[in-house]
């Protein structure tokens, strides 16, 4: 890593579980007194955050504007504005590039192993793959700003989370007027739905893998409950969890598939839909109400969830040549002028300082006891799960 260093001095205040991998880092950061935050997974097998316990904000700047530029990959094309304001804001020229999680996995492993980083740093929603792939093999690190990191909760610490999206269930009230036709998660696997369930392909995107292991994992006492309120019955199944039958049921009941969110909702909701249909979409796609004029409306009845949290993290490359402007800007992230770009269309902060955004869809109001929350803790073996989740899912789905 070559880079100059805005930090005094090394202190050498180096907590104990801080592994090899943290020192080397560390060894060759812009800030060299560090701290980790002393949170852990269940399975030590990537290093933990690093805190500079000698940050200088004044100092960080100074070199970041030296560096001179810096250029972050993100899932969403809202990473532009954000970029746009880093500029302005520190006249540090800076790239935005809108990038699916898979692409910047694959090119930030790549340019790791050819010891050619173009991306400083990424905005990273796949929690899976950046504990299991991208920090043990010390393609980033998680670096949190010391002066916010008050602000972050446990939870959302290792790995760093910047913001917290959502993913609900979505019906259309012209179709619907007197409100969303299910009420239980379980509704979707009845006859009544078949082939009207609309969703991105699990195989394509995956936090909707990750999201059918943390219901096994996590949500299993829920989805129970939600089958006895639905059927007068206790579940009996087979499979290994309440999660699994759920998800067997409803690949068997021929879900529409697509490959973008803009397909779910223009197939749910645009002007002159007339089929009944529910779907699941980001809530960023409610700003095609007013856009494109569609109908929707979040299924605000729906039992246990109306639909899930998916958090996006924020990680530096081990080898950028911009630290000090990569640590920067995710410094800016965490910031209620850096993250409201890309809650323009909803979302939490990670920041406790930072209010949540205005732009909520209406009906999703209570985030903690309306949506399912992934547990960070359990990404390690959601990323071991992911594979035999997916084969579950092409085996049942017909």
Same mark, same amino acid.
């Given at each position: 890593?070559?880079?100059?260093?805005?930090?005094?001095?090394?202190?050498?205040?180096?907590?104990?579980?801080?592994?090899?991998?943290?020192?080397?880092?560390?060894?060759?950061?812009?800030?060299?007194?560090?701290?980790?935050?002393?949170?852990?997974?269940?399975?030590?097998?990537?290093?933990?955050?690093?805190?500079?316990?000698?940050?200088?904000?004044?100092?960080?700047?100074?070199?970041?504007?030296?560096?001179?530029?810096?250029?972050?990959?993100?899932?969403?094309?809202?990473?532009?504005?954000?970029?746009?304001?880093?500029?302005?804001?520190?006249?540090?020229?800076?790239?935005? /590039?809108? $990038?699916?999680?898979?692409?910047?996995?694959? +090119?930030?492993?790549?340019?790791? *192993?050819?010891?050619?980083? %173009?991306? #400083?740093?990424?905005?990273?929603?796949?929690?899976?793959?950046?504990?299991?792939?991208?920090?043990?093999?010390?393609?980033?690190?998680?670096?949190?700003?010391?002066?916010?990191?008050?602000?972050?909760?446990?939870?959302?610490?290792?790995?760093?989370?910047?913001?917290?999206?959502?993913?609900?269930?979505?019906?259309?009230?012209?179709?619907?007027?007197?409100?969303?036709?299910?009420?239980?998660?379980?509704?979707?696997?009845?006859?009544?739905?078949?082939?009207?369930?609309?969703?991105?392909?699990?195989?394509?995107?995956?936090?909707?893998?990750?999201?059918?292991?943390?219901?096994?994992?996590?949500?299993?006492?829920?989805?129970?409950?939600?089958?006895?309120?639905?059927?007068?019955?206790?579940?009996?199944? /087979?499979? $290994?969890?309440?999660?699994?039958?759920?998800? +067997?049921?409803?690949?068997?009941? *021929?879900?529409?598939?697509? %490959?973008? #969110?803009?397909?779910?909702?223009?197939?749910?909701?645009?002007?002159?839909?007339?089929?009944?249909?529910?779907?699941?979409?980001?809530?960023?796609?409610?700003?095609?109400?007013?856009?494109?004029?569609?109908?929707?409306?979040?299924?605000?009845?729906?039992?246990?969830?109306?639909?899930?949290?998916?958090?996006?993290?924020?990680?530096?490359?081990?080898?950028?040549?911009?630290?000090?402007?990569?640590?920067?800007?995710?410094?800016?992230?965490?910031?209620?002028?850096?993250?409201?770009?890309?809650?323009?269309?909803?979302?939490?902060?990670?920041?406790?300082?930072?209010?949540?955004?205005?732009?909520?869809?209406?009906?999703?109001?209570?985030?903690?006891?309306?949506?399912?929350?992934?547990?960070?803790?359990?990404?390690?073996?959601?990323?071991?799960?992911?594979?035999?989740?997916?084969?579950?899912?092409?085996?049942?789905?017909?």
């Amino acid at each position: 890593m070559s880079s100059s260093t805005p930090s005094r001095r090394r202190t050498g205040s180096i907590v104990a579980g801080l592994s090899l991998a943290v020192l080397a880092i560390a060894a060759c950061a812009p800030s060299t007194a560090t701290n980790s935050t002393g949170s852990g997974t269940d399975e030590a097998a990537y290093a933990e955050p690093v805190i500079d316990s000698d940050f200088d904000l004044a100092a960080l700047t100074a070199a970041a504007q030296k560096e001179g530029s810096v250029t972050v990959y993100d899932s969403t094309g809202d990473i532009k504005k954000v970029a746009d304001a880093f500029q302005k804001k520190y006249g540090i020229k800076t790239n935005g /590039t809108k $990038s699916d999680v898979g692409d910047t996995l694959e +090119k930030m492993t790549r340019e790791a *192993q050819a010891k050619n980083v %173009t991306i #400083d740093l990424t905005l990273y929603e796949d929690g899976p793959s950046l504990v299991g792939q991208l920090l043990p093999q010390k393609t980033v690190y998680s670096w949190i700003p010391a002066d916010l990191a008050d602000q972050i909760d446990e939870a959302g610490r290792n790995p760093l989370m910047v913001l917290s999206k959502a993913n609900v269930w979505i019906y259309n009230p012209k179709v619907f007027p007197n409100g969303c036709p299910v009420d239980n998660l379980w509704d979707l696997t009845s006859p009544d739905w078949k082939g009207k369930v609309t969703m991105q392909d699990p195989l394509g995107k995956p936090n909707i893998v990750e999201w059918f292991n943390q219901m096994g994992s996590s949500y299993d006492d829920a989805l129970r409950t939600a089958y006895k309120a639905e059927t007068g019955k206790d579940l009996s199944t /087979t499979e $290994s969890s309440a999660a699994k039958e759920w998800v +067997k049921q409803l690949a068997k009941n *021929q879900p529409v598939l697509t %490959t973008s #969110d803009d397909d779910v909702s223009a197939a749910v909701a645009s002007p002159n839909q007339t089929e009944p249909r529910i779907g699941l979409v980001s809530i960023a796609k409610f700003r095609d109400i007013e856009g494109k004029k569609y109908q929707m409306k979040v299924c605000d009845t729906l039992k246990p969830y109306v639909g899930y949290q998916y958090p996006k993290y924020g990680a530096i490359a081990t080898g950028t040549k911009h630290p000090n402007a990569a640590k920067l800007f995710l410094r800016f992230v965490l910031t209620e002028e850096g993250i409201s770009p890309e809650m323009g269309s909803g979302g939490i902060s990670s920041s406790k300082a930072v209010a949540p955004s205005k732009n909520n869809p209406p009906g999703l109001t209570d985030w903690p006891n309306q949506l399912m929350t992934f547990d960070s803790s359990k990404l390690l073996t959601d990323y071991r799960d992911a594979q035999s989740m997916q084969d579950f899912w092409r085996l049942n789905h017909h």
